[in-house]
C-alpha cells in the first residue's frame, strides 16, 4: 500500500507538472504571437528610421511584410516577406519565408536537443522557393538562407543563420557558404559572430558587339575569397553614456582574388592576410580607442606583368584619455546633426565648451605605427601627441605652445630603395606599361626628392633613408639631435622650401573604374 500511495504521489506530481507546463505552453503561445509581431515592427522602425535618414544615399528601402501567424497548441506556422523596393522605379522585389515557431517556456524543437533554458519562443525558418527565386536553390533544391533564433522573457535574442549556395544565374556561377551566429539585445547590442570558408562569384560572360563595346569594360570577372571571419562585442558604455559605444570588433580574410579581362589583357588583383581591429573601453569616466589595419601583401598584374605589389603593411592609430561626458556631448549632437542632415556652420556653445573640456582632460593621439613595405624596404612613421592639463587656449595666447603637450614625438623613417621602388611602380601605373628608359627615370626622381630633402632643415638624409626624429624634451623641441625652442622651430619650418620638382607635384588623372559586365 505504501509502494502504491509513492507512486500515485509521483504520478500526480508528473500530471501537475505536465499540466502546468501544457498551460504555460498555451499561455505563452499567446503571448509569443503578441512578442513576435512586435519584434517585426520594432524592425520595420529601425529600418524606415534608418533610409530615411538624411545622410543615408540609398536607391531603395527594405522592409518585412505580409506577416501570417497561425497559431497551434505546441507550435505555430508563421512566414513573412522581405519586401526591396526601388525609389527610382516601380520595381518591388520580395524574399519570401516560412517555417515554424516553437511556443516557450520550453519549445520542442530545444527539448529535442536537451536544452532547457526557458524561453518566450524560438523560430525556424527559411526561404520559400518560388519561380522568381528558385535557381537560387541550386541542383540539389536546398534553401539558400535558414535562419533560427529564440527570444527570452528579458528579450534577449540569440540565433543563427546559415547560408550555401552552389548554383548558376543569368549566365554566373555563385558558390559560398557562411554561418552567423548572434547574442543580442532588443537594441542590437551584443555578440555577433560571422564565418566563411570560401565565396567564389563568375560574372557572366558577354559577346562582345560593336553595339555594347566599350574601351574600359571588364570581361570575365572572377571574385574570389576564403576564409572569413568576423566578431562583434559592443554595448553602450551606460544609459547615461548612451553613444559611447565600447566593445571590441575584428574582420580577417585569407585570401581575395579578382581576375578579368580589359581591353583583351588579363588582370589579377591579389590581398592576402587582412585584418582589421577596433577596440574600445572605458575606465574611470576615461574612453580608450585603438584602431588597428594589417595587411599581408598585395599585388596588381596587368598582362602577365606586375604593375604594383606592396609586401605588407599595418596602421595603428589611438585615441587614449578622453572624458567620457564631453565625448557623450559631442557624439549626441554629431548624431542628431546626421539624422537632420543639417550641417551647422559652428558648433553650439554646449559642443564647443564639450570640445574645451576635452582638450583639458590630457587626450591622447598615437600613431604606433604607420608602415608600408615593399621590394625595396620599407616606410615608417609613429607619432604620439598627449596634451597637458590646464587650460590650451590660454597657453597658445601667451606663446607657451610647447605647455600644451605633456608629451609629443614624431619618428619617420623612409628607406631610399622602398621610396623608389614606389616611384617606379606609380610610373607603371601610368603607362601599364614599362618603357625602356623607366628606371633611369624614376632614379632621376628619386634623385631630386633626395635633394630636396637634403635642403630641408627638417630631415636627415643619407645614402641608405630619410629619416626626421623629434621629441618635446625640457620645453625644447629635439629635432635630430638638436635642441630648439619654439620660436627656433617655427623659424626652422619657414626655411622649408615651398616647391618641390614637377615630376612630384603633378597629379595623374584619376584613373576611371571600369565597369564589370
Given at each position: ?76 506556422d508563421i512566414s513573412y516577406e522581405l519586401v526591396f523596393s526601388s525609389k527610382e522605379s516601380e520595381n518591388i522585389n520580395t524574399l519570401p519565408f516560412n517555417g515554424k515557431l516553437y511556443h516557450g517556456p520550453l519549445p520542442i524543437n530545444q527539448l529535442s536537443q536537451f536544452n532547457f533554458t526557458p524561453?518566450m519562443f524560438s523560430t525556424e525558418t527559411e526561404v520559400t522557393k518560388t519561380e522568381q527565386n528558385k535557381e537560387w536553390f541550386g541542383k540539389n533544391g536546398k534553401s539558400p538562407l535558414y535562419s533560427n533564433f529564440s527570444m527570452s522573457y528579458n528579450k534577449q535574442v540569440s540565433g543563427n543563420l ?47 558587339t560593336i553595339q555594347n563595346e566599350k574601351k574600359n569594360d571588364l570581361q570575365n570577372g572572377i571574385f574570389e575569397f576564403t576564409d572569413s571571419q568576423t566578431s562583434l562585442n559592443w554595448d553602450r558604455a551606460s544609459a547615461e553614456l548612451d553613444k559611447i559605444i565600447i566593445g571590441n570588433y575584428s ?267
Open positions: 500500500n505504501l509502494n502504491m500511495k509513492k507512486s500515485a504521489v509521483a504520478l500526480g506530481i508528473i500530471a501537475v507538472l505536465g499540466g502546468a507546463w501544457t498551460s504555460a505552453t498555451w499561455y505563452s503561445g499567446k503571448t509569443a504571437e503578441q512578442q513576435f509581431h512586435a519584434k517585426i515592427n520594432q524592425i520595420n522602425e529601425k529600418l524606415d528610421r534608418f533610409f530615411s535618414t538624411p545622410n543615408v544615399k540609398s536607391t531603395g528601402t527594405v522592409k518585412i511584410d505580409n506577416v501570417k501567424f497561425q497559431r497551434g497548441f505546441f507550435s505555430s524561453v546559415n547560408s550555401e549556395v552552389n548554383t548558376h544565374i543569368d549566365g554566373g556561377d555563385i558558390d559560398w557558404k557562411f554561418t552567423a551566429n548572434y547574442d543580442i539585445d532588443e537594441n542590437g547590442f551584443g555578440k555577433v559572430d560571422i564565418f566563411s570558408p570560401y565565396a567564389k562569384l563568375v560574372f557572366p560572360k558577354v559577346e562582345q574582420t580577417k580574410l585569407a585570401n581575395m582574388r579578382f581576375s578579368a579581362k580589359d581591353n583583351d589583357k588579363d588582370i589579377l588583383l591579389e590581398m592576402k592576410d587582412i585584418q582589421s581591429d577596433i577596440n574600445g573601453k572605458i575606465k574611470d569616466n576615461f574612453v580608450d580607442y585603438d584602431f588597428t589595419y594589417k595587411l599581408g601583401g598585395i599585388r596588381f598584374v596587368s598582362d602577365s606583368q606586375e604593375n604594383f605589389s606592396v609586401n605588407d603593411s599595418i596602421f595603428n592609430i589611438q585615441f587614449n584619455h578622453l572624458a567620457a561626458k564631453p565625448l557623450n556631448i559631442i557624439l549626441t549632437e554629431a548624431a542628431k546633426a546626421a539624422e537632420s542632415g543639417k550641417q551647422q556652420d559652428t558648433p553650439s556653445e554646449e559642443v564647443f565648451q564639450a570640445f574645451i573640456e576635452l582638450s583639458q582632460k590630457q587626450p591622447q593621439v598615437k600613431i604606433a605605427p604607420f608602415k608600408l613595405s615593399n621590394k625595396g624596404g620599407k616606410l615608417s612613421t609613429d607619432l604620439d601627441i598627449e596634451f597637458a592639463p590646464g587650460d590650451l587656449q590660454a597657453k597658445i595666447q601667451s606663446g607657451k605652445v610647447l605647455e600644451m603637450f605633456k608629451q609629443f614625438a614624431l619618428n619617420i623613417n623612409l628607406d631610399n630603395p622602398a621610396i623608389l621602388d614606389f616611384i617606379t611602380q606609380a610610373k607603371r601605373l601610368e603607362t601599364d606599361t614599362m618603357p625602356k628608359g623607366s628606371d633611369k627615370e624614376a632614379e632621376k626622381v628619386l634623385s631630386e626628392f633626395l635633394a630636396l630633402a637634403k635642403s630641408s632643415p627638417l630631415f636627415v638624409v643619407d645614402d641608405k633613408s630619410i629619416k626626421l626624429n623629434a621629441k618635446l624634451e625640457n620645453n625644447k623641441i629635439n629635432l635630430n639631435g638638436n635642441m630648439l625652442s619654439w620660436e627656433e622651430f617655427v623659424m626652422m619650418l619657414a626655411m622649408v622650401p615651398n616647391s618641390i620638382p614637377d615630376e612630384t607635384l603633378e597629379e595623374s588623372e584619376t584613373p576611371e573604374i571600369p565597369e564589370t559586365k
